[in-house]
């Protein structure tokens, strides 16, 4: 089977069901979720179907560096199957906890651009025309966040949309600069002319604006402050999808495949990382500590668990362009590879419990909570599985990917690193007995009592992801792992010299 030809249903499937939707489902809302989860299933059918691919699809039959192209190679191969399982079990979820708001149709439209968007990041070989798909993504989210309509999710809204607005036209500025240094917007034209020139000081300034608005989009300490309001607002399963997938697949992923990619990394630009990295893991977690909504206790937990992923990224970059030890930089970036992998999983999972409880008991306050032990056992076991996980707990897959960027940076010489990452680990533990403590134990309050499980289809949803959390760590096994997750570490290994492979120039 050509697989090829595949590639572009990622973007057109949910294009298409976002435009369709709200034309045959205005009446029946049922037709919604139907439709909404037929989408997000066959895009991850599709997603599976051609995983281990490699392949370009030339949009129009213009070849590059004139045309644009769409292109299939282990890290997109990876990101694809991510970001389209979160977003099928954030729409299983959706089906029941989305009655307690109005207009589905609208919701499934707005969900399905996102995916949209996203895939479409994911997938392109050209600069401006990933400025595109990341704003088809950023308006749809802008939208599902104020989807309540309340006050609270207004401001939320408006904050999200002035900041990654100013992200927005940054990448523009840096796309510009790019395109007025190289000459070109193909991404394999971009790198084989810095690769037989060198980089210039436009070029350089180009990275700044990138770094900067990638942050914003990824959520990185300084440049976070969106994130703490627009995660609490937002719907539950919206919550999972902007922490599961959307500050991934819009900030680490653009990010990283433009450093090592595009412009190709230096020391310079892998201490840059590794310092985002340390300050987001740290910053996110103490101000994590002392939150009571539960929702704004997992926004600034996304915040530090971002800083694990683009401290491992940034450390592997580091090593590889000071000459260091290619292993050690493998290990590196594969343990933030599988971060990014694992976070996806168990985040989703967490901010999707919340939603279960707040679903089922009028609140997300922990303080307001308690004693839900016997009244939501499922919901409690799948906290429960994501909060070790997140904490790093064997046997649970956030420990696998937590140990490779601990033994990377040791094998790397900074043990002060490896230092800091068991320091948040253990704080962050410390905050998740918090949540389970206030939510699941102690005397049941009086109006509580008559709380029940969540509906059997947001159950399933949690089921799904809580069996990824305990299973994942067998992607490091030999055969597995070679099959899954090293070709995405080969990308990035490989650099510019791997960009004119994988983005052939015509």
Sequence with gaps: ???????????AIPLLFAFFIPLVARKIRVLADILGNLATLGALIIAILIFGSRGIYELGG??????INWVLDGFSNLMLVIINLISFTATLFSSKYMEQYTAKYKYYSLFLLMVAGMNGVVLTGDMFNLFVFLEIASVASYALVAFGGNHEELEASFKYLILASIGSTLILFGIAFTYGATGYLNMASIASTISSGGRNPILLFAVVFFIVCFGIKAALVPFHPWLPDAHPSAPAPISAMLSGVLIKALGIYALTRVLFNVIGMTTVFGWVLIAVGVLSMVVGVFLAVGQWDFKRLLAYHSISQMGYVILGIGLGGYILSSGGEQSAAMLAILGGIFHLANHSVFKSLLFLCSGSIEYSAGTRQLKEMGGLLEQMPLTRATCTIASLSIAGVPPFNGFWSKLIIIIAAFQAGFPWLAAITILVSFV?????????RYAFLGKLPEALRQVRESPAIMAIALVILAILCTGMGLLLVPGVREVILDPA?????QGIEYAQVALPVF
């Design 489 to 493: 570490v080969a990308a990035l290994l």
């Design 1 to 11: 089977m050509n697989t090829t030809m595949l590639i572009p249903l990622l973007v």
């Design 428 to 436: 962050t533990l410390i905050s998740f007995l918090k949540v389970l």
């Design 62 to 67: 213009w070849s590059p560096p004139i045309g």
